[in-house]
C-alpha cells in the first residue's frame, strides 16, 4: 500500500472527512435534544446456584460450565412468549382497571372503545391471564383485536424487549432485570410483576416435572427390582439342583493341583534327559576314546613303538649289508634314540591305573540307569492323577458356563435396580433441596437516565467519520491508476528513465517554455526534460546509437511534445538535431534553434537531398497511416538513415502509437534505441499489457517516461 499516495488523497478530500461528520453532528443534536427523559428500575432474583450458603452440606459443588447452562435457561426461559404474554396481561389490566393512574395514555384503539367494552375487554384479558394463553396475531379474529391494543400501547412483546435487559451479573448468583421507560412507576411495576410471575410459573413448572419424574422412577424402580429378584431366584435354583457350592473355588483348587501335576510331569522329563546325556558321557569314556586317563591313547602309542622298531631292524640290515658304513650306523642310533623317548613318555602318561577308572564309571552307570527306571514309573504315576484331575475339571465346565451367565443376569439386574435406586433418590432429595428462586431486591422507581445527546451527537461523528474514511479507503484500494515512477516500474517490471510534469494542452509553443523564468511550473519541466535527456544520452552513448524512436500506448500520451521538446533540448547543447514527424506541435519560427517544417520524409528518401537548418531539421510524414515499407524498400530506407546519421548528431523520430502496431513496427526496426510515453494516470488494460510485452522483446528499447505528472501546489 502506498502510504504517501494514500495521505494525498485524504489531504485532497479532507473537507469532506471534516463537513459531513460536523453536519451529521449538527443533525443529530436537533433530533436528538427533545427526546423524553428516561427511568429505569432493576430487580434481582437470587438462584441460589452459586451461593454456598443456600446449599446443602452433602451437595457437591457444580462446575463452571453446568452453572452457566443453568442461568442460561432461566434467562432464555424468562424470554419465552408464555411469560412475556403474561407479563403485557398484567400491564393492559393495570391501564385498564386504573384509568386515572394508567402508566401510558390510552391508544386511540383502545381510547375509541366504550366504557361498557372496556369492561368486556378487561374481562378478556382477565380470563386469558388466568389460562395463560401467549398472545398471537390471531387474536386480532375475534370481537377485539387483543394484539393490536397490546402493540398500540407498546405492551407488545417485541416493544418492551426492546427497552428490557436480562443477564447474569459478573459470575454471580443473581439474575437482573433491568427496563427503562418514560415512566418510573411503569418500570418498576413491570421488572416486579415478570420476577414475581416468572418465579411462581417456574416453580410450579418445577414441582411438575419432578412429580412426573419421581412417579416415573418409582415405575421402573418397581420394574427393576421384580427383575432381580426372578435372575437371583433363577441362580439360587441352578445351584441347588446341580449341587453346586462354590465353582468358582473349586474350579481354581483342581486346577491348581492340574498344574501342580504338570510341572512334577515336566520336572521328571528334564531328570530322564539329563541322566541320558550322562550315561552317553560314561559311555564314551568307557570306549576310552581320547582319554588318557583311561588308556585311550596306548594303543597308538605302542602302534608307534613298533613302527620305529621296525624301522631300526632295517636299519641294521643296511648296515651289515653295507659293510658298516658310518651313515648307516648314525641312522641306527638314531632310530634307538627315539625308541627310547616314546617307551619314556608312555611311561609318564599312563600313571594311573585304566581298570580303577572304569570300574568307577560302571558303577556311576548302573546308578543312573536305576535312576531312570525310577523316573519313568513316576512319570506313569503322574499321567493316571493328572488324567482324573482333568476328567474331574471337565466335568466342572459346563456348569461354569451356565452359572457364569446365571451370575451376569443377575448382576446386570442388581446393577440396573441400584441405579434406578439411586435416580430416584436424587429425585426426591433435588425436590426438597432443589433450586428455588427469590427476589432478592425488588425494583423501585429510580431518578431520570442521563441525557444521551451528547452520546448520539459522538456516535453520528465518529460513524459518518467512519464511514467517509471507508469510502476514501475504498476509493484508494480500487484505483489502479498510475501516477508515479515507482508505480509504472512495478506495473511493467521495467526501468522508467524520467517524468515529466503536466503542460496545459493550449501551450505548444516550446520557445516560451524555454525562456519563461518565473513560471515555476516550466522551470520544472525543463529540469526534468534536461535529466531525461541526460539519461537517454548516456544510454545511447555507450553503443554510439544516434537514430531514437519516442512511442507511446495510446494516443494523446504526449509523446509528440516529448519529441519535440526533446529536440530543442538537445539543439540548447549545441548538437544537430533532426526531428522526423512531431506534425502536431506548431511552435513559432521566429528563431533558428525553434522546429521548423519545410521539409518531408519521403521527398528525401527520393532524392536523398535535405536542407540542414541551423540546429533543429524538421522532416515531415506525409501520410501517417502509409506503410513505411510502402515507400521505399527496406534497404534503400537503411541506406537513408545512413546519409542522415552522417550528417546529424542526433535523429528523433516520433514513431507511430502502438495502437497502430504494424507501422510502428516498421519505424522501430529503423531505431537503434527507443523510448516509450506513458500518461498518468491511466490504467493498464490487458492489451496494454500485451503492447508492454512487445517492447520488451525490443533489443533498443531503453525505457519508461512517464507524462503528465500533475504537481501539488504548482501553479500553470
Known amino acids: 500500500m502506498d502510504i504517501q499516495r494514500f495521505l494525498k488523497l485524504l489531504k485532497r478530500y479532507i473537507w469532506i472527512l471534516i463537513l459531513v461528520p460536523v453536519v451529521a453532528a449538527v443533525i443529530t443534536y436537533f433530533l436528538s435534544k427533545n427526546i423524553p427523559k428516561e427511568y429505569k428500575s432493576q430487580v434481582q432474583i437470587s438462584t441460589g446456584l452459586v451461593d454456598q450458603s443456600k446449599q446443602l452440606s452433602s451437595q457437591t459443588q457444580n462446575d463452571y460450565f453446568k452453572t452457566s447452562q443453568q442461568f442460561s435457561n432461566i434467562i432464555e426461559k424468562m424470554k419465552m412468549r408464555k411469560i412475556m404474554s ?13 384509568p386515572k393512574t394508567t402508566f401510558r395514555k390510552y391508544s386511540p384503539k383502545l381510547d375509541s372503545l366504550s366504557a361498557a367494552q372496556k369492561l368486556e375487554l378487561l374481562d378478556t384479558y382477565k380470563q386469558r391471564l388466568t389460562q395463560k394463553i401467549p398472545v398471537t396475531v390471531y387474536d386480532n379474529k375475534g370481537k377485539f383485536k387483543l394484539y393490536d391494543i397490546l402493540q398500540t400501547m407498546g405492551y407488545g412483546e417485541a416493544a418492551l424487549n426492546k427497552k428490557m435487559m436480562i443477564y447474569r451479573p459478573d459470575n454471580s448468583d443473581f439474575v437482573n432485570i433491568d427496563f427503562t421507560s418514560e415512566n418510573p412507576l411503569l418500570s418498576a411495576y413491570l421488572v416486579n410483576t415478570l420476577a414475581t410471575e416468572f418465579i411462581s ?5 418445577v414441582y411438575n416435572n419432578q412429580n412426573n419424574s419421581i412417579a416415573v422412577l418409582d415405575s421402573l424402580l418397581k420394574k427393576k427390582e421384580r427383575e432381580m429378584n426372578a435372575k437371583n431366584g433363577a441362580l439360587k435354583g441352578f445351584k441347588m439342583k446341580n449341587g453346586v457350592l ?8 483342581v486346577y491348581s493341583q492340574i498344574s501342580q501335576y504338570e510341572e512334577r510331569k515336566a520336572q521328571a522329563i528334564r531328570d ?12 564314551s569314556k568307557l570306549r576310552g576314546v581320547g582319554d588318557p586317563y583311561m588308556g585311550g591313547t596306548v594303543v ?13 631292524k632295517a ?10 658304513r658310518q651313515s648307516d650306523k648314525r641312522k641306527v642310533d638314531s632310530l634307538q634314540t627315539l625308541i627310547s623317548r616314546q617307551s619314556a613318555r608312555n611311561s609318564d602318561k599312563n600313571v594311573v591305573d585304566p581298570q580303577i577308572a572304569k570300574q568307577g564309571l560302571i558303577q556311576q552307570k548302573n546308578n543312573l540307569d536305576i535312576s531312570t527306571e525310577q523316573i519313568k514309573n513316576t512319570i506313569s504315576s ?8 482333568k476328567g474331574q475339571y471337565n466335568t466342572m465346565v459346563p456348569f461354569d458356563a451356565g452359572i457364569q451367565n446365571y451370575e451376569r443376569d443377575a448382576d446386570i439386574a442388581t446393577k440396573d435396580y441400584m441405579a434406578a435406586l439411586e435416580r430416584t433418590n436424587t429425585s426426591r432429595t433435588e425436590q426438597n433441596t432443589g433450586l428455588k428462586l427469590q427476589v432478592a431486591q425488588v425494583g423501585l422507581p429510580g431518578s431520570a437516565e442521563a441525557s444521551k445527546t451528547i452520546v448520539y451527537i459522538a456516535l453520528s461523528g465518529i460513524a459518518t467519520f467512519a464511514v467517509c474514511f471507508s469510502l476514501l479507503v475504498l476509493l484508494f484500494l480500487t484505483d489502479h491508476s498510475i501516477n508515479t515512477i515507482h508505480q509504472l516500474e512495478a506495473a511493467t517490471k521495467m526501468r522508467v528513465l524520467g517524468s515529466l510534469n503536466y503542460i496545459p494542452e493550449q501551450v505548444t509553443d516550446i520557445k516560451s517554455i524555454w525562456n519563461d523564468t518565473k513560471n515555476n511550473n516550466y522551470t520544472i519541466h525543463k529540469d526534468l526534460l534536461r535529466s531525461l535527456r541526460f539519461e537517454i544520452g548516456d544510454e545511447m552513448a555507450k553503443e554510439d546509437s544516434r537514430v531514437l524512436g519516442i512511442t507511446s500506448l495510446g494516443v494523446g500520451e504526449g509523446k509528440t511534445f516529448l519529441a519535440s521538446n526533446l529536440a530543442y533540448a538537445y539543439a540548447m547543447t549545441g548538437k544537430k538535431v533532426l526531428l522526423i514527424g512531431g506534425d502536431q506541435v506548431t511552435p513559432v519560427l521566429s528563431d533558428s534553434k525553434q522546429l521548423q517544417i519545410s521539409q518531408n520524409f519521403e521527398t528525401f528518401l527520393v532524392k536523398r537531398e535535405i536542407q540542414i537548418d541551423d540546429m533543429i531539421t524538421r522532416l515531415n510524414k506525409i501520410d501517417e497511416t502509409r506503410s513505411l515499407l510502402e515507400i521505399q524498400s527496406e534497404r534503400n530506407l537503411r541506406a537513408g538513415f545512413d546519409v542522415l546519421k552522417k550528417q546529424f548528431d542526433i535523429i528523433i523520430i516520433d514513431v507511430n502509437s502502438l495502437l497502430n502496431i504494424n507501422l510502428a513496427k516498421e519505424w522501430l526496426s529503423f531505431t537503434e534505441k527507443n523510448v516509450a510515453v506513458f500518461e ?30 500533475k504537481l501539488a501546489g504548482i501553479d500553470g
Open 272 to 283: 530322564i534327559q539329563a541322566n541320558q546325556g550322562a550315561l552317553s558321557a560314561i559311555n
Open 201 to 205: 410459573n417456574y416453580s410450579i413448572d
Open 300 to 312: 597308538e602309542d605302542n602302534n608307534t613303538i613298533l613302527n620305529l622298531k621296525s624301522e631300526l
Open 382 to 389: 503322574i499321567d493316571k492323577q493328572l488324567a482324573k484331575l
Open 315 to 324: 636299519a641294521n640290515d643296511r648296515y651289515i649289508d653295507n659293510s658298516f
Open 680 to 709: 498518468a494516470g491511466k490504467t493498464l488494460t490487458d492489451s496494454d499489457k500485451d503492447l508492454i510485452a512487445f517492447l520488451k522483446k525490443q533489443p533498443g528499447f531503453m525505457g519508461w517516461v512517464i507524462n503528465k505528472i
Open 246 to 253: 462354590n465353582l468358582n473355588e473349586q474350579a481354581a483348587t
Open 86 to 98: 403474561i407479563l403485557s396481561y398484567n400491564l393492559i389490566i393495570h391501564d385498564l382497571e386504573n
